[in-house]
């Protein structure tokens, strides 16, 4: 099983739809957790934290369920801009703070 | 005014060549580390360095030396390379090592190496 798995897509959506992206982790000792984006030919860059029971910041809300090990990220009403790869990301309990990067999920918003 | 800064952005090289690839952060950060994306998308560490000792070393050839001059550089040096190491790296800084203060531990990536071995 991969330490951190994720569906690769694509999803494919129009403009202003609700998607949602899960993703499931394999570590029970995780302490942190991350949703980074990443556009084609760039870097990742990170979109949000995910500390506790989940946070949200505009139109972009992610959930954690540690009983389950399960992340989720929700985005409403999607724009063209939001199109990219999704990386579910998760901080091994271990020194170094090692990241682990699940595969990514495509999104691809459509006019 | 580049956060995480690499050199070369694209390089493509012979077989058996050696090659460095150079990393500057200017965040003040404590940490840095050097990742590989290969054609599959995955991204893998490769190693991390903090206050000039390296933390992690994953399972990459020896052929793969990390050097460090000071905290805001980290530099890959690849010796005798393979078709095997074509894939892009990227260079990556954090201000903590371990989870910590929130937000410490986030991590800034550089654009990318893009390495083309022939």
């Known amino acids: 099983r991969k330490e951190v798995e994720q569906d690769p897509g694509p999803f494919n959506v129009p403009e202003g739809a609700t998607v949602a992206f899960n993703c499931t982790y394999s570590?029970?000792?995780?302490?942190?957790f991350f949703w980074y984006r990443q556009d084609c030919r760039k870097e990742p860059k990170l979109l949000m934290s995910?500390?506790?029971s989940g946070n949200e910041d505009g139109r972009f809300t992610a959930q954690l369920n540690r009983a389950s090990q399960y992340i989720s990220l929700l985005i409403r009403d999607s724009k063209l801009s939001d199109s990219a790869t999704y990386l579910c990301v998760v901080n091994g309990a271990n020194a170094g703070n090692m990241l682990t990067f699940g595969g990514g999920t495509r999104l691809m918003v459509k006019p | 005014d580049t956060a995480v800064s690499q050199t070369p952005k694209y390089l493509v090289t012979q077989m058996g060549n050696d090659k460095s690839i150079k990393c500057e952060q200017n965040l003040g950060h404590d940490t840095m580390y050097w990742y590989k994306q290969d054609s599959k998308k995955f991204l893998k560490i490769m190693f991390s360095?903090?206050?000039?000792?390296?933390?992690i070393n994953e399972t990459v050839p020896n052929r793969f030396s990390p050097k460090s001059p000071d905290k805001a550089h980290l530099n890959l040096h690849i010796n005798s390379l393979e078709l095997g190491d074509s894939a892009v790296y990227f260079c990556a800084s954090s201000q903590d090592l371990i989870a910590g203060e929130i937000g410490g531990e986030t991590q800034y990536f550089g654009p990318g190496t893009r390495l083309l071995v022939l």
């Open positions: 570590n029970s000792a995780s302490q942190s």
């Open positions: 360095y903090n206050n000039k000792e390296l933390i």
């Open positions: 995910v500390y506790s």
